[in-house]
Nanobody, 129 residues
């Protein structure tokens, strides 16, 4: 069964940076939009960023805009999330998944969680002093 593997999570001080990666062994992710989500206990999983394939489009949640950058390496079927100026409220488990219905990140739909598949187990990001 295809499943993304997220990595790069760590404990970091406020203001610090991390780079998350995700890839799905055996899955060619290059034709699909890929999304990053995060979740804290007791809350719904939140869409924070998306990167398209066919147009290179990107979307960001307001909470991370200007601090996080999503990118993809199609040759490696890997998607990255560069996170800068981290805040304690960024503490969460971060997940990535593929939108098998779309190759772009449309403004109206990129947050639609049920369109995404191949969820991984996530990687923990903790921002604390």
């Amino acid at each position: 069964q295809v499943q993304f593997v997220e990595s790069g999570g760590d404990l970091v001080q406020p203001g610090g940076s991390l780079r998350l990666s995700c890839a799905a062994p055996g899955f060619t992710a290059e034709y699909y939009a890929i999304g990053w989500f995060r979740q804290v206990p007791g809350k719904e999983r939140e869409a924070i960023s998306c990167v398209g394939y066919s147009d290179g489009s990107t979307q960001y949640a307001d909470s991370v805009k200007g601090r996080f950058t999503i990118s993809r390496d199609n040759a490696r079927s890997t998607v990255y999330l560069e996170m800068n100026s981290l805040k304690p409220e960024d503490t969460a488990v971060y997940y990535c998944a593929a939108n098998l219905m779309r190759s772009i990140c449309a403004p109206q739909t990129w947050r639609t969680r049920h369109e995404y598949s191949y969820w991984g187990h996530g990687t923990q990001v903790t921002v604390s002093s």
